[in-house]
């Protein structure tokens, strides 16, 4: 088999085989195929488009250049779910437990953040003693005994992925649905789900800006996970502004267990039921959304997700007293009322700029080695439809230092306040179930 016939062969808008998904896919991670070929293909993938069958051939090609992980040993369904990507988005620490106090399995394996959208890790770690280092057979009987734990990310899983991603983003070929599809897909499926739910954001802080590219990306996820025997549902949300209204990783724990409290905000509360009600089903604990919701609300009502949320993190060796006293978490030094400047209509709070904003005051990396400082962080006082006083808090800055000038400008900047009154975003924007 020849590289060029295969790129040719795309360039006419012709159908791949699979040996020759595979073909590509192995010899790009063996280097044996070089990136000019590659990137031409890529091109070539880019205008002419994959079939359905193309599409999954390319995702479970990539699943199988590395490592998968091997979940057997966890009774029921293994539901995953993905995010993809926001800023301060907290649905992970809350979703898991109440949809394991559900008796649905939640084995996540989690990232860090890098740049200005936050990771579940170190969310995580600021909990005192919180680590994420379990063996294997630790992770399996954490599942089995108490429905969930998170694990950092290990092994060589999906090596072509990487290989490819890296590519694409320095020859103008990341957008593209089909490579973007498999991309998320197979490192899902590698992480050894049997089912997967997908939040796919929508708006100024997403990676898909659009509704129209949103809902492509979503319907071609949820294809190849059927396609390859993943039961796959999805949802498009808002990510216009921030998720809820803490942005940093203590703050965002403290929301999370607020949320698990039953008293998280709206739009927070509203997106981990939608999430989870397809999760639970999707496991097996219930036969419609409308009844799994009603599971998810009993959970959250009598207790037995946040008593779930305490179990995970006493397990992973973290101080869950931080649940009934949330000011055992780092505290920043100081507390910065931001007044509005005028009266009106909250208009815009550009997620991607204050998502900047948080990462300006260290909560965020700005490259993959910088370290982060988990107390800080932003707190929302207001939302998108919000009427607003003048010199009413929009936000409450948290800073370990007095000056924070340059994250004022950005934020009066990026929270936008008009005359006439404006109409909240919808958040859950569609759900394909
Ligand atoms: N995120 C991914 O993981 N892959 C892509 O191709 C794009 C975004
Ligand atoms: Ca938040």
Redesign the pocket.
């Known amino acids: 088999m020849r590289m060029v016939d295969i790129i040719e062969k795309k360039r006419n808008g012709e159908e791949l085989t699979t040996e020759e998904i595979r073909f590509f896919v192995n010899g790009y991670t063996e280097g044996t195929i070089p990136d000019y070929q590659v990137s031409s293909l890529m091109m070539a993938i880019y205008f002419q488009d994959m079939n359905d069958r193309e599409r999954a051939d390319l995702t479970m090609a990539m699943v199988e250049s590395g490592d998968q992980i091997d979940l057997s040993g966890i009774q029921g369904i293994k539901v995953d779910k993905h995010s993809?990507g926001g800023v301060g988005d907290t649905t992970t620490l809350s979703l898991a437990a109440m949809v394991a106090a559900c008796g649905v399995p939640v084995a996540k394996m989690s990232g860090r953040g890098l740049g200005h959208t936050g990771g579940t890790i170190d969310k995580l770690e600021s909990i005192k003693g919180f680590h994420v280092e379990l063996s294997n057979e630790q992770f399996t009987k954490q599942v089995n005994d108490i429905g969930t734990a998170v694990i950092g990310q290990s092994g060589n899983l999906t090596p072509a992925?990487k290989k490819l991603?890296a590519l694409?983003d320095v020859t103008g070929t990341?957008p593209s649905i089909p490579?973007?599809a498999s991309?998320?897909m197979s490192?899902k499926i590698a992480a050894g789900a049997d089912a997967i739910v997908l939040d796919v954001k929508t708006g100024d802080g997403a990676?898909m800006k659009t509704f129209e590219d949103a809902k492509s990306l979503a319907h071609a996820m949820v294809q190849i996970g059927n396609n390859v025997g993943r039961n796959t549902m999805a949802i498009i949300s808002d990510m216009s502004q921030p998720l809820g209204f803490a942005i940093g990783n203590a703050l965002e724990v403290k929301e999370a267990i607020d949320t698990l409290k039953g008293n998280g905000p709206e739009d927070l509360m509203e997106l981990c039921y939608t999430l989870g009600s397809q999760m639970v089903v999707l496991g097996g604990k219930a036969n419609s959304i409308d009844e799994a919701r009603v599971k998810l609300e009993e959970v959250i009502a009598n207790g037995q997700a946040l008593e779930v949320f305490k179990k995970f993190v006493t397990a992973q060796g973290g101080d869950a007293s931080v649940v009934d006293n949330p000011s055992l978490l780092p505290q920043a030094k100081y507390q910065i009322e931001l007044p509005a400047k005028k009266s009106g209509y909250v208009a815009k709070i550009e997620a991607d700029d204050i998502g900047v904003a948080a990462m300006l005051l260290g909560a965020g990396r700005a490259t993959k080695e910088s370290t982060i400082d988990l107390s800080v962080g932003l707190v929302l006082h207001k939302k998108v439809g919000d009427a607003v006083q003048e010199g009413e808090t929009l936000v409450t800055i948290h800073a370990n230092r007095e000056d924070v000038s340059e994250v004022v400008d950005k934020l009066y900047k990026h929270i936008e306040i008009v005359q006439d009154k404006v109409e909240a975003p919808t958040l859950i924007k569609e759900v394909i179930a």
């Open positions: 993809t992925d991603y694409r990341v490579l973007i991309s998320i490192k990676f």
